[in-house]
């Protein structure tokens, strides 16, 4: 990982406020108030640790879980979880507002007050019923227009943002399949029992092993030789593998690929390199063991594979696991291999990324440091769900260490995020690219969560078969 300059952070808040109709109930919510906000996207946690800063307001109404997710333009998207995807997304611009309406318990004909509902609510300019489910029903427009049109024995609640903003496609495209995957805060019984299997002595044995290598630096014969030896352990656990070469005299990334058994196009990858470099990034003769930059990281890719071959967990997606040569020269093979999916209109659902996952600062909690620049938001907000979820007790923080090869997918216009060792940056690690980057500095427990972590989200967006 080579080290680039801190960013600014600006963060970006959302007030969302609510309003009431002639005779709501003045316990629901009270004119003026705020609307709780929460940071975990699927997840009904009440902590509120960590704010992502795509998923700027949150609001659980009961059969309706709602988002505003904030990105450029003028315009936000809603995104109700909780509905069908036909009926998940829809637009409200700044100035109007989403109201979620209760239809009494009193009516006799639910059938036909809604009906009246709609026909009120569409006689509106701007205005318009989005959802329904059940009894409930989700209305957008202007605000001011919408309330004197419904009947003053709907239960309303309005929620209206300060400001939302239009997501890029390929946020949308990922808003799209979020109702296809299992919601985070509840378990799926095989990806607790395959996260639980995670071993740190099997992860030390491969980072023991390629930490062997007097160097992996990208144009070293160490890097060709640990490139054949990961070849032969993905064969090993089941899976069809091709070296994707670009350039000369580089060792090649290895792409190793099982597919899904309902959406075989559609592409779930985790990655992480495994070339090493010491103060040079041209010098072969340097020693460059690299046992946390990045040994753990190609560790956690070998233990997912075998995880889930020991397993014999089938998929619906195609999953693909992902081993990078020259990123220590700057992203040189992921950015060749994502613009090779780009340029082939792969359909990459998420690409996870692990980088430096082994090292525990001094003092510290074990920590995921989620890396908060060149990723996509909502999956970040996703993937910290799934690993509150699944890796319990462990701290979820950000981090501005940057690059990694996720920047390459993201570049490429795929969803990526990076999972990192802490909150500070690469520099933290006292061993970072030197000839004493060897295994005994690894946190055992640190690399086991931060591994576990990773299969968790590969395993919930990839979808295990369980019939």
Same mark, same amino acid.
């Given at each position: 990982?080579?080290? @680039? ?5 600006? !963060?970006?808040? @959302? ?80 100035? /109007? ?13 639910? &059938? ?80 607790? /029992? ?21 160097? *992996? ?7 060709? /030789? ?6 032969? /352990? ?42 090493? *470099? ?48 020259? &990123? ?19 359909? !990459? ?67 990526? @995020? ?16 030197? &000839? ?32």
């Amino acid at each position: 990982m080579a080290p @680039i300059p801190k960013k600014l952070c600006v !963060v970006l808040h @959302i007030v969302a406020i609510c309003l009431l109709t002639l005779d709501m109930v003045p316990a629901a919510c009270g004119s003026g108030q705020d609307v709780d906000l929460w940071a975990v996207v699927l997840s009904n946690s009440s902590s509120r640790g960590a704010a992502y800063s795509s998923w700027e307001f949150r609001g659980d109404f009961g059969m309706f879980d709602l988002y505003i997710v904030k990105k450029s333009g003028d315009t936000g998207i809603v995104v109700d979880t909780k509905t069908p995807p036909a009926t998940s997304l829809f637009s409200v611009k700044a100035n /109007e507002a989403v109201w979620v309406a209760e239809i009494p318990k009193s009516v006799h004909d639910p &059938e036909s007050y809604i009906e009246n509902v709609r026909k009120l609510v569409t006689s509106q300019k701007s205005v318009w019923v989005t959802a329904q489910v059940g009894s409930t029903l989700i209305i957008a427009g202007d605000l001011w227009k919408i309330s004197p049109s419904l009947p003053k024995t709907l239960t309303t609640i309005a929620v209206s943002p300060s400001e939302v903003v239009r997501p890029d496609e390929g946020a949308l495209k990922g808003l799209r399949n979020l109702s296809s995957f299992p919601k985070a805060g509840v378990s799926v019984p095989i990806i607790e /029992e395959c996260v639980r299997e995670v071993s740190p002595t099997a992860l030390m044995d491969v980072v023991t092993h390629l930490s062997t290598y007097h160097s *992996r630096l990208s144009t070293s014969g160490g890097a060709v /030789e640990a490139e054949a030896w990961i070849t032969g /352990e993905m064969i090993r656990y089941g899976y069809q593998v091709e070296t994707f070469p670009f350039r000369d005299n580089f060792s090649s990334v290895v792409v190793a690929t099982k597919t899904g058994s309902k959406y075989p196009d559609q592409l779930v990858i985790a990655g992480a390199h495994y070339d090493s *470099r010491a103060r040079s990034t041209t010098d072969p003769s340097q020693r460059a063991p690299g046992a946390d930059d990045n040994g753990s990281g190609s560790s956690a890719m070998l233990e997912i594979a075998r995880v889930l071959a020991e397993n014999d967990v089938e998929f619906e997606y195609t999953h693909m696991l992902c081993f990078f040569s020259g &990123e220590e020269q700057g992203l040189l093979g992921s950015r060749a291999y994502a613009k090779h999916l780009a340029d082939q209109g792969a359909d !990459v659902v998420a690409m996870f990324n692990a980088d430096m996952i082994g090292y525990k600062l001094p003092g510290t909690e074990v920590t995921l440091g989620m890396k908060d620049r060149y990723i996509s938001d909502w999956l970040l907000a996703a993937a910290n769900g799934y690993s509150l979820t699944y890796v319990p007790g462990v701290k979820v923080g950000s981090s501005s260490s940057c690059c990694s090869d996720h920047q390459s997918f993201t570049e490429n216009g795929f969803p990526a @995020i990076g999972f990192f060792e802490n909150t500070g940056s690469a520099s933290d690690y006292p061993h970072y690219h030197s &000839e004493t980057d060897l295994p005994q500095y690894i946190d055992k427990d640190n690399f086991v969560a931060l591994t576990q972590a990773v299969l968790a989200s590969v395993m919930s967006f990839a979808v295990p078969v369980t019939d």
